[in-house]
């Protein structure tokens, strides 16, 4: 995931302010660290970094990284612990904070995990880890309008990312079955609670079941725009264009503007001339 490695690559950047008054031996051990950190050897990078604090190295970063490792092999208590403690020592380090969050998502901490990432975007607002991990987080939380926000926010930034994409597709699949569960207990009668059945039944292929759910749709809200058309299109898929072109100039006194119904109707009218006699 391309998110951990922007957070891997972060942590070979310039020396901290402590770092630099390390002595050069010390240094040198915390940089093996990074680069085994960075090349997946994580068993050395553990022992280069607790080699480190070992030896007076003691500082947020080295805790920061030191969590990853553990956050990187699962072991998310023992990471939740080393973020915990580079944030004691510099509450403001922005990094551990959504490391935090997402290792106490990933031992079902929900409510703590958001409590660690809302700050932590606020100090981060374009790292994806920060919002990947809020938007699983607010998910779980029974949240996906928030959830759904979030990807959108991902998916603005990192537009050539497939996987955030996929994710955000999801996520409106989620909030869509939510409406639709409350639709079903609000109003199981209403236009659009039948519309969802027979659309259901049209992209299983099984159309005449499709079509009597559609019929009540119509008969909760003939104004409803789409119904009309997809009636039309479940009836060509039975081979019955007269009732198709029914429903499709149905369509058009509800929506004039609509293109696909006009066309569809144009097509069925021009086969219908050139059948022959």
Partial sequence: MKSWLLVIAALAGAPAPAQQNWPAALQQLFQRGVEAQKQGRLEEAEKAFLDVLAKGG????????????????????????????????????????????????????????????????????DDPLVLLTLARALSRSGDPEGAVGKLRRLRRLFPEEPEYAYLLGQAYLELSARYFRRIRSVDPDSARFHQVIGENYFLEGRYDRAIPALKRAVRADPHLPGLHLMLARSYLKLGRRKEALRELEAELRVMPASALARAMKDRLAQAGRSAPK
């Fill in 58 to 125: 003691d500082a947020a970063f080295v805790h920061n990284n030191l969590g990853l490792v553990y956050q990187q092999r699962g072991e998310h208590r023992k990471a939740i612990a080393e973020f915990r403690e580079a944030l004691r020592q510099d509450p403001g380090y922005a990094q551990p904070q959504a490391l935090l969050g997402a290792s106490l998502l990933a031992t079902g901490r929900v409510q703590e995990a958001l409590a660690a990432l809302r700050p932590a975007e606020k100090r981060l607002p």
